[in-house]
């Protein structure tokens, strides 16, 4: 009998991690949905390419004050790519995490945003803005940190932090 329990707590369990990662992104406008694939080519929104310089990234205020989550995309100097995204919360901070997660990552499909939430392509879990890089684990954007800081107009995101969201993309 406690094989039996054993083996239907696996199915059962097993069902619940793999249903959310079955879905398909919102097409846009003009587009097909593009399905789940096991290619590691990432699906979600890219954003801008912005480059590394003295091991950091900057980013104008100006164009990241509105309360929008702007996506940006690096290579590490191994050449790996990193996608991201940063936002400034309701609350004033300044936020930047990955466009990925723990959960849904291996799906390469990212999140996208709608009104003060952050949703996740693949499951659909949605994350308020005020929460975004304060949560490690689960499908949440992965957090690269919270409080960014304003220096001259800008903030930064070092090359460390950027080496810690690595292994979502790859």
């Known amino acids: 009998m406690k ?15 793999l249903s959310g990662c079955d879905q398909t992104l ?3 406008e003009g587009e097909a949905n593009v399905s789940q694939e096991t290619t590691k080519t990432f699906k979600g929104t890219k954003g801008d390419f912005i480059a590394l310089a003295n091991d950091e990234i900057k980013l104008s205020i100006d164009e990241i004050d509105d309360g929008k989550a702007h996506f940006y995309n690096t290579a ?13 919360s309701p609350d004033g901070n300044f936020r930047a ?6 959960v849904c990552g291996n ?5 996208y945003q709608e009104g003060d939430k952050m949703v996740c392509n693949t499951c659909g879990n949605s994350y308020s803005l005020d929460k975004i890089a304060t949560e490690k684990g689960g499908c949440n954007p992965a957090p690269i940190n919270p409080d960014l800081a304003v220096v001259d107009n800008s903030v930064s995101i070092s090359l460390e932090e950027l080496k810690g969201i690595k292994q979502f993309f790859n």
């Open 3 to 17: 094989k039996i329990l054993s083996m239907v707590g696996l199915v059962v369990f097993s069902l619940i991690v």
């Open 26 to 28: 919102p097409a846009e």
């Open 76 to 88: 590490l100097p191994d050449g790996e790519p990193i996608y991201f995204f940063v936002v400034k």
């Open 97 to 102: 995490a990955a466009n990925g997660c723990q």
């Open 107 to 111: 799906a390469l499909q990212g999140f």
